[in-house]
């Protein structure tokens, strides 16, 4: 019931996220959070790291449809990661939350946000939807992406995000594509409606959103309301 390949991949990174102080969100839990969450627990033992575990329920609502669905769930929002980490989780693992709580998660709690925020996290929520589709957001869901460099391997964007909620997108040194204007526009525009970007979390105005080179493979995303 979640992504076993998680557990492959944090094999790998899990001591040095620790040693660093690294904090792991992740939506793998699938339809069982509590067994990646119970799995994780289990690596760590296995490696002989002290790990601490936090899971996020409450996606699952098929007691709340008619018949007997296999699966029925809702879109969560970053609140269940924010308690999580408060409570001094190392790795958090989620089912079903909206991919832009990701990100807006552990920036309410590193900045210490409130639940009425509004324009923060806006703010964070357009920053993790520039992020949530990897390298679409360094050249992948850029028209144009044949004139960037290295198109074969994209890097993966990263969001630093402020405590106004404004966020600054980039990559890794070293790695294909770009973080341009163009590139981080052809995603935000991706999979959305009308301007009123709805979430569990806040409805993003994507109409106040302004975007601003702020060197090479970096640019600025300020403001956003909410």
């Known amino acids: 019931g979640y992504a076993r390949t998680f557990l492959r991949q944090l094999e790998d990174t899990l001591g040095t996220a620790l040693d660093r102080g690294v904090r792991i969100v992740v939506n793998a839990g699938g339809l069982n959070p509590a067994g990646l969450a119970a799995a994780v627990r289990g690596l760590g033992d296995r490696l002989g790291l002290r790990v601490r575990v ?8 098929r007691s709340r449809v008619n018949g007997e669905p296999l699966a029925a769930n809702a879109y969560l929002g970053c609140w269940g990661i924010v308690e ?4 001094g989780a190392d790795v958090v693992v989620t089912g079903r939350v909206t991919d832009a709580s990701l ?3 552990p920036a309410a709690w590193h900045h210490g946000w409130a639940r009425d925020d509004w324009d923060a996290l806006a703010g964070a929520t357009v920053a993790g939807h520039v992020l949530e589709c990897g390298p679409q957001a360094t050249g992948g869901n850029y028209s144009f992406v044949g004139e960037l460099a290295d198109p074969r391997r994209l890097g993966f964007p990263i969001a630093e995000v402020h405590a106004d909620g404004s966020s600054l997108i980039t990559k ?3 790695t294909g594509g770009a973080v ?7 995603q935000l525009l991706y999979e959305i409606g009308g301007p009123a970007y709805a979430g569990p979390d806040v409805v993003a105005r994507f109409d106040t959103v302004l975007l601003s080179d702020d060197g090479r493979d970096r640019v ?4 956003a309301r909410g």
């Open 54 to 61: 936090g899971h996020v329920e409450g996606d699952d609502v």
């Open 84 to 87: 999580c980490l408060r409570a």
């Open 103 to 105: 990100v807006v998660g």
């Open 172 to 174: 890794h040194p070293g």
């Open 180 to 186: 341009t204007r163009d590139t981080v526009t052809a």
């Open 220 to 223: 600025r995303i300020a403001p």
